[in-house]
């Protein structure tokens, strides 16, 4: 029930509204986030006016440096399925697909505060502790590091995608009341 655009990277915000978009995914890189000053200057504007937002993998990246975090490059990286990954709110584990080589250094203790409200990080990988997921608590966005579209578990992860159907249908119910 969802119409999909797919833009280029250097898509504006305002071309991005001019599409009457509901929320807005960010996808997979590749890419350094470290070096993602366009894409992380877009994700800002769109927690800045509300605007619902799921991102992941590079999208997660971006994310993080939206909310002032840092990125870093794993040692090895995660490549591959079968990875567990704990969804930090439910203790729900999922079996998951990755593929990436750069990761978002949050603390792990609870809420802590960004430009944009507090967030707190969401899902962390069972198999060494890096941050899987972002989750703003005061603004319409969230985030995860693996690939649920990849279906690894082979479901396991379906939750999200109904997650973000439901933001946008509840931001969606607020401009027309």
Do not use: W
Not at 101 to 111: I, L, Y
Not at 155 to 169: G, K, Q
């Amino acid at each position: 029930g969802m119409d999909v655009h797919v833009v280029p990277s250097t898509v504006t915000a305002d071309e991005i509204r001019a599409l009457g978009v509901d929320g807005v995914f960010f996808s997979n890189g590749p890419g350094d986030p470290a070096t993602a000053d366009a894409a992380v200057a877009l994700m800002s504007e769109f927690l800045a006016d509300g605007t619902p937002v799921f991102g992941i993998c590079f999208g997660n990246q971006v994310l993080g440096r939206a909310l002032g975090l840092g990125t870093y490059k794993l040692r090895y990286g995660h490549r591959g399925i079968n990875q567990p990954v704990q969804d930090l709110a439910s203790g729900r584990v999922a079996v998951t697909a990755h593929n990436h080589g750069f990761a978002v250094d949050a603390p792990r203790d609870g809420e802590f505060a960004t430009p944009y409200g507090r967030a707190t990080v969401s899902h962390v990988c069972l198999n060494d502790d890096v941050v899987e997921g972002l989750r703003c608590l005061d603004v319409p966005a969230f985030s995860v590091q693996y690939h649920p579209e990849a279906a690894a578990g082979p479901h396991d992860a379906d939750y999200l995608f109904d997650e973000f159907a439901a933001m946008m249908a509840t931001a969606r119910e607020g401009r027309t009341a």
